[in-house]
């Protein structure tokens, strides 16, 4: 059996997982570097993208006590959808990096609603574009090259050309992945054009291994790089999902829900949009229902406690909406949508499963609403998350969406981006 590696590396904000597979998709090795935390001044949320890159020669330096380097033959890198840094034409950062949830751009952001369509992936305060719009008037960028994305600052460090992205992080920068092109409508807001990158599917190859890690960690020269992904796809990707119709249902503390779709599918009045992977599209939203709901009322002790004695075989007929809060996002575009878990019965346990009863019929109300706006209906749901863990919130699943729910087998964005990188190569 061939002994070729193939790397997975997911680039967060908290830390750096990298994953090795063989050919045959099973796991070699893996290894996780944390990071310390951001740093935080009101909405602006920061890191140094110099700590990401000390991170990955340290998660190079465990997973090579465990897996041979001069067997890698390409990697992949995902990074958090929106995270972006400026580099001048050497590619050193001449800003910090201004993180997925950093929201200060609001101007920016109002003047980006007035130029995009209504569908676009750049529209609010935390979009790429936001950022871009706010770094291009710091005095720094007036030495910027290219604003790059977290995956495009970790491949171009490996060795690939600078200035390289993927389609699914662009989105949020403005590409049309519809169209393949920055739009027109980039001038109107005032994007330098210049330091935009040039965009490629996912799983292109995009260079090979830098000499210098090659005698740094004995990682052969000719072993590729291959682009990347978002961490949300990469994950995606991870649970082998990849036929129209395969779904995945993220249960976290939010509910997140992705289609593959042959077409795709875009709302802005409900949050929608679609990432290409392929020959598919990846249409998805998300609530704010979830597992933040049951916390508010049990802890994780009592939740194990009482999920044996769930009996989903019997609905308990309480017609809740189980929110954290008033607002939601998908399903329903109500930002003053209320949440309704009255009236509560004694029994604790009727409780617990009537709220996961609610959040199986928001995920099939979910699905139901893609449906209508073009995507196909979900033939297979694969789960992840907390609360994919939970057998008897499966049936609950299966009995209200009416098709197979099954946990996934893998689901770390590493993983997905390993399978990319092995992709690139077959």
């Given amino acids: 059996m061939s002994s070729d590696l193939f790397l997975g590396i997911d680039m967060g904000t908290s830390g750096c997982r990298i994953i090795a597979i063989n050919e045959m998709g099973e796991i070699r090795g893996r290894s996780h570097v944390s990071l310390p935390p951001p740093q935080r001044q009101g909405r602006a949320i920061e890191q ?31 990074g958090t959808s929106g995270t972006v840094v400026l580099v001048d034409k050497k590619g050193s950062p001449l800003t910090p990096a201004l993180l997925y949830n950093d929201s200060r751009n609001h101007a920016e952001a109002h003047l980006i609603a007035e ?66 092109e920055w739009p027109d409508w980039l001038d109107r807001v005032g994007v330098r054009r210049e330091l935009l990158p040039t965009v490629v599917p996912p799983g292109t190859l995009i260079g090979t291994i830098d000499p210098s890690h090659t005698e740094t960690f004995q990682i052969p020269p000719q072993a590729k ?138 995920e099939a109300q979910g699905y139901r609403q893609l449906q209508s706006l073009g995507a196909p209906f979900p033939s297979l749901v694969k789960t992840t998350g907390g609360g994919a863990h939970n057998p008897a919130w499966l049936q609950i699943r299966e009995h209200t969406l009416r098709v197979p729910v099954i946990a996934a087998h893998e689901t770390e964005a590493a993983y997905g981006s390993a399978l990319l990188a092995r992709q690139a190569l077959s």
């Fill in 48 to 78: 140094d993208p110099e700590q990401w890159w000390q991170a990955i020669k340290q998660a190079f330096t465990n997973l090579f006590q465990e897996v041979p380097a001069k067997a890698v033959r390409s990697l992949a890198v995902d």
């Fill in 115 to 180: 130029q995009a369509p209504p569908h676009s992936g750049a529209l609010g305060p935390t979009s790429s574009l936001a950022k871009l719009l706010y770094l291009q008037t710091r005095p720094e960028a007036l030495q910027a090259a290219y604003l790059l994305h977290q995956a495009d600052w970790i491949a171009f460090r490996l060795g690939a050309k600078l200035g390289i992205s993927d389609e699914n992080n662009c989105l949020k920068t403005g590409y049309d992945s519809n169209q393949q």
């Fill in 225 to 362: 790089l291959v682009a990347g992904t978002t961490d949300s796809i990469a994950a995606f990707i991870a649970t082998g999902a990849g036929k129209p119709g395969d779904a995945v249902t993220s249960l976290g503390s939010t509910l997140a829900l992705k289609v593959a779709s042959e077409r795709p599918i875009f709302s802005a009045k409900y949050g929608i949009y679609s990432h290409r992977l392929g020959r598919l599209w990846l249409a998805g939203g998300a609530s704010n229902s979830g597992g933040i709901v049951l916390r508010q009322y049990f802890t994780q002790a009592q939740l194990d406690e009482m999920t044996p004695h769930l009996q989903p075989q019997q609905i308990t007929g309480l017609n809740y909406y189980p929110l954290p809060a008033q607002g939601e996002r998908f399903p329903v575009p109500d930002p003053h949508y209320s949440p309704c878990l009255a009236p509560r019965p004694r029994d604790d346990i009727t409780f617990f499963q009537a709220i996961l009863e609610g959040i199986a019929r928001i």
